[in-house]
T-cell receptor, first 113, second 112 residues
Framework: GAGVSQSPRYKVAKRGQDVALRCDPISGHVSLFWYQQALGQGPEFLTYFQNEAQLDKSGLPSDRFFAERPEGSVSTLKIQRTQQEDSAVYLC???????????FGPGTRLTVL | QQQVKQSPQSLIVQKGGISIINCAYE??????FPWYQQFPGKGPALLIAIRPDVSEKKEGRFTISFNKSAKQFSLHIMDSQPGDSATYFC???????????FGAGTTVTVRA
């Protein structure tokens, strides 16, 4: 079946612009995660949803970042007033339930100029 | 603060050789230790995982060794193949808390 998909795959933004990154999880997966991966580093946890409920947002680096999953399937990560330090690959992962294997999407590479 | 330290940063191995990647952690509450493989332009994919009640787990050419007292675990890739060339990440989590803490990654290059 289809895996986790993310769009766009690449996004270039000017500093100060708002961006929205989309994640389509595997159908039926209850849990959804967002990670940020800086160049040459491992992914770092941003936030977690169980269905439509955002249960953990402890990894969001600032109040410019917020995520939503209003119907418990597709999720959007929004970054307001982008800064150069926001440049990274943003990975989405989903799992059947909270303790199951996380399956990652290909990521969105965000470059802020 | 990086909770999982991974080494080496990169390694080169000849086809047929053994690749060894090491990770160390501090948080004794961690109870799940997966390894992920990532190819350029792709997301990480689960390769193999271990829980601390066993000291070794083998799946095909991939083996995890786990030393609970030393708070270390390692990935061994036996009979390395050019198709194994990728970046490997160790990770750790407290299962009930879900969040994965990743190491910085090791880029493995297998020369034919």
């Amino acid at each position: 079946g289809a895996g986790v998909s993310q769009s766009p795959r690449y996004k270039v933004a000017k500093r100060g612009q708002d961006v929205a990154l989309r994640c389509d999880p595997i159908s039926g997966h209850v849990s959804l995660f967002w990670y940020q991966q800086a160049l040459g580093q491992g992914p770092e946890f941003l936030t977690y949803f169980q269905n439509e409920a955002q249960l953990d947002k402890s990894g969001l680096p600032s109040d410019r970042f917020f995520a939503e999953r209003p119907e418990g399937s597709v999720s959007t990560l929004k970054i307001q007033r982008t800064q150069q330090e926001d440049s990274a690959v943003y990975l989405c992962a989903s799992s059947l339930n909270r303790e199951d294997t996380q399956y990652f999407g290909p990521g969105t590479r965000l470059t802020v100029l | 603060q990086q909770q999982v330290k991974q080494s080496p940063q990169s390694l080169i191995v000849q086809k047929g050789g053994i690749s060894i990647i090491n990770c160390a952690y501090e948080n004794t509450a961690f109870d799940y230790f997966p390894w992920y493989q990532q190819f350029p332009g792709k997301g990480p994919a689960l390769l193999i995982a271990i829980r601390p009640d066993v000291s070794e787990k083998k799946e095909g050419r991939f083996t995890i060794s786990f030393n609970k007292s030393a708070k270390q675990f390692s990935l061994h890739i036996m009979d390395s193949q050019p198709g194994d060339s990728a970046t490997y990440f160790c990770a750790a989590s407290i299962v009930s808390m879900i969040e994965l803490s990743f190491g910085a990654g090791t880029t493995v290059t297998v020369r034919a």
